[in-house]
């Protein structure tokens, strides 16, 4: 293209659907409005707008050329802004998704803590465990729990390593003994999480001969809230399998207690995902350097 003030204004046209609006948003004259609009068409060799003398409509062509070319002048000023910010101390808005349970038990204190650090930085943080398109919710990074699935867009970047534990408080296991191999949980009441997204019961993993195997065993109890499920234990009711970050407190302070260790899976990996971009902003970065630099300080 042999102009980008042509296709600007062009753009401008295509949403106030007005050469007369338009021209005075750009502080320009109607007639040059028109002028770099026609210029453009005579560019491409098609027609972009239906003039009327009442109307500006977009033709087929256009608003095909009006969605790629407002993306890529999003892009542009975004790379603008990124440049500008490389060189100051990184500032303006974060947006951060986490998953409901670890946002709200440890993805708090670090975003406070990581906030001291940065003040020029504002955060937004959404908690939820549904797979969610960056670029359309406007997410900066999203912190994942687990295997995450192959996107050409973005970029993972692997934080730290949690374990998955089965536990349950003393008493019950006073009450109801303890197992030393998976097979007992059989005759005991294990509390179940239902993933929301899949309707399925959430496997039971261990590690038996070398080899990770995969579990379900029956209970008087099953939830579609990890956190719940968790509480459950804490209550009692049972046996539960979760991440570590989940009950760290509770077992610290003897109200859980581990059982299956020499059974434990692989652990868990926590990853940073944002968007594959040629510059990162400083903001995007600096956050991810922080979850780094602490990984699962719960353990430390």
Sequence with gaps: MKSLSNI??????????SFVEAANELSLSPPATSKAVAKLEEELGVKLLHRTTRSVGLTAEGERFYEVAQKFLEEMDAVAQELKDSSSEPRGRLKISMSAAYGRMWGTKIISQFLQNYPQISVELS???KDIDLAAEGVDVAIRVGTLADSANLIAR????????????PEYLNNYGRPRHPDELEQLNCLNFRNRKTGRLMHWFFTLNGQVERRIFEGTLTIDDGEAVGETAILGMGISQMPRFMAINALKEGI???ILFDYRPPKVPFSAVYLDRRLVSPRIQAFIDFMV??????DK
């Design 158 to 169: 692997r934080l730290f390593l949690d374990p998955l534990i089965t536990c349950a408080t």
């Design 256 to 258: 859980l207690e581990e």
């Design 293 to 298: 630099e602490r990984g699962n300080f719960w």
């Design 127 to 129: 908690l939820n465990d």
């Design 8 to 17: 600007t204004i062009f753009i401008r046209v295509a949403e106030t659907r």
